[in-house]
């Protein structure tokens, strides 16, 4: 999908310690357990607890795509999360 050094891309990304902590708004992580890009124990949760007002929903029998994997649950979320 991208060309040369990929951890480049992500690097130019990602954001620091500091600058997850400042984010003051309401965020949701809709996440799979079965995630092999982004695990839930040792990549998405750490993420989630630098960030003060994240809340995380895990989802079983859920992969990297929990609109693909399940559309209606995650849908109910989205629609609940938002109003």
């Not at 003051?24 to 839930?40: A, S």
Request: aromatic letters at 10%; hydrophobic letters at 45%.
């Amino acid at each position: 999908m991208f060309k040369g050094d990929k951890q480049a891309y992500v690097d130019k990304m990602a954001l620091s310690h500091a600058e997850l902590r400042r984010i003051k708004c309401r965020v949701l992580f809709v996440h799979g357990m079965l995630d092999v890009h982004i695990p839930f124990k040792t990549a998405l949760l750490p993420l989630a607890d630098r960030i003060p007002q994240a809340d995380v929903i895990r989802l079983a029998n859920c992969a990297h795509g929990p609109f693909l994997d399940q559309p209606e649950r995650f849908m109910s979320i989205a629609k609940s999360y938002f109003g």
